[in-house]
């Protein structure tokens, strides 16, 4: 089976553009990523698309209408925070399956603003607020509540995730803030779900990104290879059973399994990685994917943030692009927004936020259903 | 009251809940004969360890811990907030969102592992045809 590298990827600036198309975002993303290595919609061999709030709406489709409809096969994927990773995932599964030799994949999303989630069905009443709340900031605050139920973790270690992300989102053009919010400030705003203060939510934002992905021998055959980076692991997983699930959405155990098999798939562990674009929805998850992805120990994830391991600089990088909190979250996009930023870590290309000497990175998504992508990707 | 006489004329807000022949209002579950994992509601295949077709189907315990909460501030229009949203794990198995009633809505007054009790009162919610519900929360129970 061919290696799969990816050799163009961009993003737009994440933003509110209520004004502008998913199939417009989408399409000018595409072409940023086809321009970054100089291919051509024509030589495009598929299409594969993540969006989430339009999902039966033949969004690559429109896609193509937007920047050409040369014919090709086009997937339309929609697995919640996971739709942009997973559209990366079955594109890198059709190169490997030696289907195609370079694909196109494109996620974007457009979110308004406002909370997500919330439970109630369609028959009789709302459940919300009457049988606990299903909203996202209180489903992250369980989360986050059960790490301080079993290790301590405090109010004040999950804001510093905050500071630090909005900090790395000042050397970021393309976040949706460059704001610094001191730990005060992120600590005193107003209280959401608590511990998650509206600062420690991620920004809904509208965006989209794109990468193009191209088997070994085409790269070499296009000269791509002086910018590709390699997709050493590409992992996917839903859900295992455990007794809490049914009640409350377990990230933990569903990043846990993609993890470790997208560590045995690459040969490589939690060490071997320079920099990671994990998924900070709300703060309180940052904390508890470092264990999950076993950058430090069970436990130690509160230490982890108060000695600045994460933040740029330090030991293993995390979000430098400013992650989901300050970068914005348009959830079809993450993904491959997360590809686009180690990407350009690994060729060196990040500017003043650049992790020196980056060789191997990490991209971790997590969605609620559930929905776990990891990626590992290294310099070619 | 009873709790048969609170609930009398109203409908479950979820299908979990139900009411036995005399009217009183009860969680539904299923313990697996196999592996003996107790899930909430009425179901026939162990998501835990896969058997099908071999679920006692039970009534799950009026009393149970605090596994986990938060503090809800915000909200949808319409929702009364500040609330406490709780996970609690029912004594004798099956775990449950819901609402933690008669505590403060303060982080510091509520405690990991507190005993609780399910009460089945009015939900306070009609749906379009105008029919009232009803529905489950927790308060803390007194145990010494």
Partial sequence: MSDVYVVGTDMIKFGRFPNRSIAEMGGEAAQMALDDCGLSIADMQALYCGNLFEASGGVGQRVLREIGQTGIPVVNVANACATGATAIREGWMAIKAGVYDVVLCVGVEQMGSGLLGGAGGRDGIPTEGLLGSGTMPSVFAHVGLEHTRKYGTTFEQFAKVSVKNHHHSTLNAKAMYQKETPLEEVMGAEMISYPNTKLMCSVNVDGSAAAVLCSEKKAKELGLMGRAVKIRASALASDPYTTHNMAMMDFNAVTRLAAKTAYEMAGLGPDDIDLIELHDCFATAEIVHYENLGLCKDGEAGRMIDSGETQLGGRVPVNVSGGLLSKGHPLGATGIANIYEVTTHLRGEAGSRQVAGAKIGLTHVVGAGSACAVHILEKA | ?144
């Fill in chain 2, 1 to 144: 009251m009873s709790a048969a006489a609170d609930v009398a004329g109203l409908k479950p807000a979820v299908s979990f809940l139900k009411t036995a022949e005399n009217g009183a209002p009860y969680l539904a579950g299923s313990k697996c004969k196999k592996c003996g994992e107790v899930f909430v509601g009425t179901r026939d295949t162990c998501a835990k360890c896969f058997t099908r077709g071999q679920m006692d189907h039970i009534h799950l315990a009026d009393t149970g811990r605090l596994y986990n909460f938060t503090v809800v501030h915000r909200n949808f229009p319409g929702v009364p907030v500040p609330f406490i949203s709780v996970i609690v794990d029912l004594d004798g198995g099956g775990t449950l969102k819901g609402n933690l009633l008669d505590v403060e809505p303060d982080p510091a007054k509520i405690k990991f592992d507190m005993p609780v009790k399910v009460v089945y009162r009015n939900a306070g919610r009609k749906d379009k045809e105008g029919n009232g519900y009803f529905a489950y929360f927790f308060t803390p129970a007194n145990k010494n």
